[in-house]
């Protein structure tokens, strides 16, 4: 069955620093979605993206976040200038078909320190 | 506006016991239901999903939902628990518009006790 990969599945960065998170989508797919999961809480949406363009975002979604799908196979997610907050699991996922739920990736943990 | 409610963050059952997790949702417009299943330091699995037709939905690892609107709830089922259950579990909910987000609740912590 094909997978959303995610990489890395682990990221250390300091404070300040920006990060890219990157997803492969399963490649039929048309509709692309980040969220996050600080530890211990729930899964909270970030972003929808669908034809170049984002489609939904969330408050938590601010001007340090930016969504990208470069080249037609790879979503990125960017933190321009991370903060200690920012540490959570990263989720990517895609949609493929009307009624069949979003294929999620495995995640990325990020670290800020 | 959709919501989803999971009562009890964390439930204990003897190993052998039946499961029940409760979630109860809001939403304006029909709903597509899903539980999915956290093992630690992994990603999310999805058990078992509710668009439309049967209320009754089986799902993977002897799990199984049931979609009942008067209640607005979708509470998930096991009915013989074992220690590999051992987890967290999420009730989410989606829209039937195409490209809608998932909203999540919480999430519940299963204990399987010996």
């Known amino acids: 069955e094909p997978e959303v990969t995610q990489t890395p599945s682990h990221q250390v960065t300091q404070m300040g620093q920006e990060v890219i998170l990157r997803c492969v989508p399963i490649?039929?797919?048309?509709?692309f979605y980040w969220y996050r999961q600080i530890l211990g809480q729930k899964v909270e949406f970030l972003v929808s993206?669908?034809?170049?363009?984002?489609?939904?975002k969330s408050e938590i979604f601010d001007d340090q976040f930016s969504v990208e799908r470069p080249d037609g196979s790879n979503f990125t997610l960017k933190i321009r200038s991370t903060k200690l907050e920012d540490s959570a699991m990263y989720f990517c996922a895609s949609l493929g078909t009307e009624g069949q739920p979003q294929h999620f990736g495995d995640g990325t943990r990020l670290s800020i320190l | 506006a959709q919501s989803v409610t999971q009562l009890g963050s964390h439930v204990s059952v003897s190993e052998g016991a039946l499961v029940l997790l409760r979630c109860n949702y809001s939403?304006?417009?029909?709903?597509?239901l899903f539980w999915y299943v956290q093992y630690p330091n992994q990603g999310l699995q999805l058990l078992l999903k509710y668009t439309t037709g049967a209320t009754l939905v089986k799902g993977i690892n002897g799990f199984e939902a049931e979609f009942k609107k008067s209640e607005t709830s979708f509470h998930l089922t096991k009915p013989s628990a074992h220690m590999s259950d051992a987890a967290e579990y999420f009730c989410a909910v989606t829209s039937s518009n195409r490209d809608d987000k998932i909203i999540f609740g919480k999430g519940t912590r299963l204990h399987i006790l010996p």
């Open positions: 490649s039929n797919h048309l509709y």
């Open positions: 993206f669908y034809n170049n363009e984002i489609s939904e």
């Open positions: 939403s304006s417009v029909p709903p597509y």
